[in-house]
C-alpha cells in the first residue's frame, strides 16, 4: 500500500514537471500535447502492442502443446493396441499348443 502511494506521488511529480506543450507532426497533420500526456499515451499503445504480441505468441504455443497431447495420446493408443494384439496372438498360440497336447492326451488316453 504504502508503494502504491509512493509510486503515485512520483507520477504525480513527474506530470508536474513535464507539463509543456510538445509538437507532433503526422502524415496528416499536426496538434500539440503536453509532454507527459503524449508520454502516457505512447506507454498505453507500448503496452497494448507488447500485449496483443504475447497473446499471439500464448495461442501459438497453446495449440503446440495441444497438438502435441493429441499426439502423444494417439500413440499411447497405438501402443495399447498393439500390446492387446500382441498379448491375444500369445493367448491364442499358448491356447493351441495346450489344446493340441489335450488332443494328443486324449489320442493316448484312447490308444490303451
Known sequence: MILALVLALIVIIFALLNTQDVAVNFIFGKFSLPLVLLLVISLLVGALVAALFS???IMGLKKQLKDKETQRQEEKLTAE???????????SKYQRRLNGKTAAAVKSEDNR
Open 81 to 91: 493396441k498393439e500390446y492387446q494384439q500382441k498379448l491375444a496372438e500369445t493367448q
Open 55 to 57: 497473446t499471439v505468441t
